[in-house]
């Protein structure tokens, strides 16, 4: 591996200019976040990680999952979804399983957030209440499953996203 997550940790003013920012709010699951970081260096978007995490992000599965590309994932850490919320005012998309807006129907911008909670308890309800407006899911058939996995639903978001954006700086 040329370079190790903690070299890529910059501030939010150095991923202003990405063309979305993906927000995974307090995650657990090293391969998750590990994939999230992959999708973010093929497609340049930016990687934002909301504390408390449940790894480090020295971690060796996070690394293996993200295998070479870390050189090409920027990441802003946060010490919590408050001080996400004080330090970043771009416009925010609420990825949440129980939604009553499709992620295909979301007026997605470029700068847009895709706000992603943690995989056993999704995001606080006070947030959703409050974005009720502005809280997307993907469909999925009743009485399946409980959820998508989160690497799943944040590569099928961020694409549709990037899609309904004409994948700015992708070639």
């Known amino acids: 591996m040329t370079s190790q997550p903690q070299g890529r940790v910059v501030s939010h003013g150095d ?3 990405a063309p979305l920012h993906i927000v995974l709010v307090e995650p657990l699951i090293p391969p998750n976040t590990g994939n999230v970081a992959r999708l973010c260096a093929a497609t340049g978007c930016a990687l934002h990680l909301v504390e408390p995490l449940g790894f480090s992000i020295d971690d060796r599965d996070l690394k293996r999952a993200g295998l070479d590309y870390w050189e090409h994932v920027r990441i802003v850490v946060h010490d919590s979804l408050d001080a ?14 129980h939604a009553r807006q499709r992620y295909d129907e979301a007026a997605y911008a470029l700068g847009d957030a895709l706000i992603f909670g943690t995989e056993t308890k999704g995001l606080p309800s006070d947030v959703l209440a409050r974005e009720a407006d502005r809280v997307i899911g993907v469909p999925m058939r ?10 799943t639903t944040v590569g099928i978001v961020t694409y549709a996203a990037l899609a309904r954006l004409g994948f700015p700086s992708l070639g």
Request: aromatic share 14%.
């Open 142 to 151: 009743a009485g399946t499953v409980r959820s998508l996995n989160l690497s």
């Open 15 to 17: 991923v202003v200019t």
């Open 84 to 97: 996400y919320f004080a330090s970043v005012s771009s416009p925010r998309w609420f990825v949440e399983t």
